[in-house]
Every structure is written in structure tokens, then in C-alpha cells.
């Protein structure tokens, strides 16, 4: 019998845990694919963060760090600068990265660490049951916003791949959605492009991966799509933030 | 024939901390500590080694955590506060049975406190340092030449224990200068890293270090066979020094810079006919309960100095099962006791018993 599709080698053939609709299993194939890929996931460490994907260490067949809640990054940092010649990556939520781990984020893209950073942003807490993220829409419910995000009282969306685009160490940062086949692509694309500017030692890279969490949006699986696609992706413009090297010391700008 | 250099207390380890094979040092700025982490960004480059000056005292602690999962020998130093907010990587580090060495020099608090030496951390050391159960060995150096040699050990004991190990130092131990024999001490023989991320290369199933059991059962036996692991230390790693004991009616303890101050006062109450003597404990964990206990047994009573509100006191009545009165005698927030201040608290006790 010929083989059509088989699970590529750095996923783990674990039963994940995560909810029906969920996008982290698609996420996850896609960096496993990439490494794959590009030859490196015998040379890859990976660290878990602390929310819905703190069991990735389960999931993926490389060697596995799980950090304390946002510091995947300084985590991250030893792991590299221990083993140089390793690809490293971290895999962190909207909460870990963009709240408790901003200072670790933002410091790992300043030094231009040659780490890869995939950030799903879902717009949400999703393991602690569904709590306001610093990322979640204006007028968005969740659990601790029931009426929705008041953006008087509790503030605006954070966009990442904006703000790390103006750090002269970060080289590469690309926002991405897996909403729909071809953003999939795209997605995976971007992902790979990531790990190889890593393995050429060009520097902090990030690919921030629009996603979905139907299980605390209160949506079904097709309707948390199109609200990804209606509700964030216009404050969330997807594109390339950042493509290149840091500006020279002294240089013009 | 090792090399006699004048030194500051913060620079000889770092110093040791490098001879260890220390490659590895994460840093935050704080005062009384900036010697060790200007020493480090000197010196690292001198031997491949990696100095990163971290965006806080807790990237450097988890920093250091991921150099240890990758196998390295690393390092951070802090004081007080600093050492506070770490308590979220110490646990993480125990939780992952990670080797791994961090500095207190201790200065005064609670809060911002004041920058002058404290031992007011005893408590933040001893009892575990963060969150759920778990321990480190505490190291107490009490000179320079301590400083010095207590980074080896620190090292070793580590790497034998897959643990954290405090250097509980203070201001007084960072800053002081005096002449160090860099005398370096054979390695222990250690158990190979096996467990380190190293990338598996295509040839091994995969390594992970983690802290996290879904299965409460799974987390109680893990934290129960790490305590048997404790029951070793407590056993064999316990140590002490014991001065004009072998006579003494009356016990003076403290540790680190406090117990130099202890000893003149013991040898003060000698001149005045006093059988005063000391044991200064050299790790304060493991306590070392027995030596303290078998002292009880011979001494009147026991006088406690530390610069703190009284912290180890505790530690000193349950090692002795409060046999015998502890007084204590002591000075906070950055004030340093003088001797004559511990001998009124020898004569004091002395003419009690």
C-alpha cells in the first residue's frame, strides 16, 4: 500500500491534550515539518511555557526545557549560549510572552539572541479557563472581562510583532494565521524561514501565529475561524514586520 | 606552590567560580555584589566563557536555569532583594533537580532595606527560598579565604546533588580585602550529565527537564525521594567548626562575618576566666544538629549572634530540643555587633549559669 501522509519524525506520536478546534496541533506539525525540513531536529532544543501548551515537551522528539511562566526566553538565552550550535526555539501563548514574559521578550529580541520564538496569539487565556489576555480584543468577554474589554479601564491589545519590529537585534518577524489552507501555508513558510535564518546565525527571530481557542471564545470550531479572521486580523495585520540585519553601530539610519 | 593574592571576598569567588570550570554567569546589578558580576565581565572573555548582564534578577535566574538543563556550570550572584525575586527559579531549579550556584550577599531589610551587611536572609535561605517543598545547601564562608574556597565546593555539592547551593555571604565577606591562597582543590568524581539538553542528535530518545506532574501521586513520590536525597545531605554534608569547646560551660554560635566578631568575644571572656567557646556553623543547611546537640549536653548555655532580629536561633533551640537556654545577642539593618557587646551577653549568661 503507498503511503500518502504519515506523521513527520519530530512530532511525538502522543496523544495531545488539546481541546476539539484548537489550532496549537496545527502549529505544532508546522514546526516539526520545518525542522524536519531543514535537517536540524536532531540539534533542536525546545522550551515549553507555562498555558495551553505547557506539555509540548510530550510532543515534540527533541530535547525539551518546560520555563516558569514567561521566561522561555532567559531560559532560552542559557540553553543557546550554552550549546551554540543548537537550534533552540521557545513556544509561548499571548499571556506568557506578552504579559508576565514581556521583559524576557523584548530583552531577548534586543540582544538579537539566535533563538526562534513562535508566539500564539490566541487573544486569551486558554489553560487557566479563558481570562482577559493582554492581547484580547476590545469589548471581547472573558472570564475576568464578563463585560467586555473596557479599553478605558483595562487598556489596549498589545501588538507584538509591531513592537519588536522597531528592536534593532530582532532580524526576522513575521505575523501569520492558521484560519484557513492557504494562511496554513504561509504560516509554515514563515516558520521555516525563521529556523533557517537561526541556523545561519542571523539573529532573534519571531513568528507570531494568529489562533484560535473555541473552547473559551464560546464558538465552534468553522465560527472561531471566521472570527479570527473578522475580529483580529484587522488589528492584527498579517505581513512581515521585520526582514534584515541590524542598522550598523554609528551607522546612518 | 599556589599563589597568595590580596583580594576582595566577592572577587576571590568569582575567581573560584571560574577555576571550578564555571563558564556561565548570569548577573543583575545590586549592591553589595557588583565585584562578582564586573569580575565576571572581565574575566569570562579571558576563557570562553559566557558573562550576560540580564534585564532582571529573575531572566538571570532562569537563565541560569537553562544553561544548567544544557549541562554547564552556571552561575548568578545578588543581594537581598534581588535574591527575594530569584525564589520563582530556585524553586523551578529544585522542581527540575538542576545543579546550580547562587550568590546572596546579603545586605539589609525588609524592603530596599540599606546596602550595609546583613544576615537577615537566614530564613529566605534555610527554609527553601520559594515556593513548595524543597531545600538548598546553604554554604556560610566566614573570610575571604572562605569565599574562596566554599565556590569549589559549591560547585561540586551541586553537580553531586542535581541541587542549588546558596553562598550565603554579606556585605562584610564581599567587600573585605585579605590574603587568598588560590590553592585549587582536586575535583570531586560526579555522576555524568546524562540528563542534559544537548540535542539528541538522531541517537538518543529525547531528554526532558521539567518541573511539572498532572498525576499528584507522581509529584508526591518525586518530592519524596528528593527529601531522601535531603536525609543524605543532612547526614554527610553537615559542617561546623568548633573553637575552645572541648572545656567550654558557656556555647557562642553564629556564622559568617558575625562569628568573627563572636570569636574575639570568646576570647575576651577566656581573659576573664570564662569558659566560653564556639561553633560557627559552616553550613547552615544542613544545620549542623548534632554538633550542637552533643554540645547541650555539656554546656550551661548558649548565646546566639547574628546580624539579624534573630533568625538561626531557631535552628540552634530545635538542634539542642531547648535543653538548655539560647540567649541571643545581635544587631539589624545593616549594623554590625562589636564584641563587647557579645561579651556582655557571655558574662551576662555566664554569670546566670
Not at chain 1, 518577524?173 to 535564518?197: C, D, G, H, M, Y
Request: glycine content about 10%; charged content about 20%.
Amino acid at each position: 500500500m503507498k503511503t500518502i501522509f504519515e506523521r513527520t519524525p519530530a512530532l511525538s506520536d502522543a496523544v495531545t491534550h488539546y481541546c476539539p478546534g484548537c489550532t496549537h496541533g496545527i502549529v505544532h506539525r508546522l514546526v516539526a515539518e520545518a525542522l524536519d525540513e531543514l535537517d536540524l531536529t536532531g540539534r533542536t532544543i525546545g522550551v515549553a511555557p507555562v498555558g495551553c501548551a505547557v506539555m509540548a515537551y510530550n510532543y515534540f522528539e527533541c530535547d525539551m526545557v518546560q520555563a516558569a511562566h514567561g521566561r522561555a526566553p532567559a531560559v532560552a538565552t542559557g540553553v543557546k549560549r550554552t550549546h551554540p550550535g543548537s537550534i533552540v526555539f521557545t513556544y509561548q501563548g499571548d499571556g506568557d510572552l506578552a504579559a508576565i514574559g514581556t521583559a524576557e521578550t523584548v530583552h531577548a529580541a534586543a540582544r538579537g539572541e539566535n533563538i526562534t520564538v513562535i508566539f500564539i496569539n490566541n487573544a486569551i487565556y486558554g489553560m487557566t479557563g479563558g481570562q482577559m489576555a493582554p492581547t484580547t480584543m476590545p469589548a471581547q468577554v472573558t472570564q475576568t472581562s464578563p463585560y467586555g474589554r473596557d479599553v478605558s479601564k483595562a487598556g489596549y491589545p498589545l501588538r507584538v510583532s509591531e513592537m519588536l519590529a522597531t528592536v534593532d537585534g530582532a532580524r526576522y518577524i513575521e505575523r501569520v494565521a492558521v484560519n484557513s489552507a492557504a494562511n496554513v501555508k504561509k504560516a509554515k513558510a514563515a516558520i521555516k524561514k525563521a529556523f533557517a535564518n537561526q541556523a545561519a546565525g542571523n539573529g532573534f527571530t519571531l513568528v507570531e501565529v494568529l489562533s484560535t481557542c473555541p473552547t473559551n471564545w464560546g464558538l465552534d470550531p468553522v465560527k472561531a475561524l471566521d472570527w479570527l479572521k473578522d475580529n483580529m486580523m484587522p488589528y492584527y495585520p498579517l505581513g512581515v514586520y521585520k526582514d534584515g540585519a541590524a542598522p550598523e553601530a554609528g551607522g546612518e539610519a | 606552590m599556589a599563589e597568595t593574592i590580596l583580594m576582595k571576598g566577592n572577587e576571590a569567588m568569582a575567581e573560584a567560580a571560574v577555576m571550578a570550570g564555571c563558564r556561565h554567569f548570569f548577573g543583575y546589578p545590586i549592591t553589595p555584589q557588583n565585584e562578582v558580576a564586573a569580575y565576571m565581565s572581565r574575566r569570562m572573555p579571558q576563557v570562553d566563557g559566557v558573562y550576560l548582564q540580564a534585564e532582571s534578577e529573575i531572566a538571570a535566574i532562569n537563565m541560569v536555569l537553562g544553561a544548567s538543563a544544557a549541562g554547564a556550570r552556571a552561575m548568578t550572584s545578588s543581594s537581598s532583594p534581588g535574591v527575594a525575586l530569584k525564589s520563582e527559579g530556585l524553586s523551578y531549579l529544585a522542581g527540575c533537580d538542576l545543579p546550580a550556584v547562587v550568590v546572596n550577599i546579603q545586605r539589609g531589610g525588609p524592603g530596599l532595606g540599606s546596602i550595609q551587611p546583613s544576615q537577615a536572609d537566614y530564613f529566605m535561605a534555610t527554609r527553601g527560598g520559594g515556593h513548595g517543598d524543597f531545600h538548598m545547601i546553604v554554604l556560610a564562608p566566614n573570610s575571604v579565604q572562605e569565599m574562596f574556597d566554599c565556590a569549589f565546593t559549591a560547585f561540586d555539592l551541586a553537580d553531586k546533588y542535581r541541587m542549588t547551593v546558596n553562598i550565603l555571604a554579606d556585605g562584610v565577606l564581599g567587600q573585605m580585602m585579605e590574603p587568598v591562597v588560590m590553592n585549587s582543590p582536586k575535583m570531586a568524581e560526579l555522576p555524568a550529565k546524562d540528563w542534559a539538553v544537548t540535542g539528541t542528535g538522531g541517537k538518543r530518545k529525547s531528554n526532558i527537564v521539567n518541573s511539572l506532574y498532572l498525576k499528584p501521586e507522581a509529584l508526591e513520590q518525586t518530592n519524596i525521594e528528593r527529601y531522601k536525597r535531603y536525609a543524605v545531605i543532612e547526614k554527610e554534608e553537615a559542617r561546623s567548626e568548633s573553637y575552645l569547646m572541648d572545656d567550654a560551660e558557656i556555647c557562642v554560635t553564629a556564622y559568617g562575618a558575625s562569628s568573627r566578631v563572636a570569636r574575639n568575644a570568646v576570647d575576651m571572656a577566656r581573659e576573664k576566666g570564662v569558659k566560653a567557646g564556639l561553633i560557627r556553623p559552616i553550613t547552615v543547611w544542613p544545620f549542623p544538629k548534632g554538633v550542637f546537640l552533643e554540645a547541650a549536653g555539656r554546656v550551661n548555655s548558649f548565646v546566639c549572634v547574628e546580624m539579624s532580629m534573630g533568625q538561626m536561633i531557631e535552628d540552634v533551640e530545635l538542634a539542642i530540643r531547648c535543653k538548655k537556654p539560647v540567649a541571643f545577642c545581635g544587631r539589624t539593618g545593616g549594623m554590625i555587633p562589636d564584641p563587647e557587646q557579645v561579651l556582655a551577653a557571655i558574662m551576662k549568661d555566664g554569670r546566670l549559669s
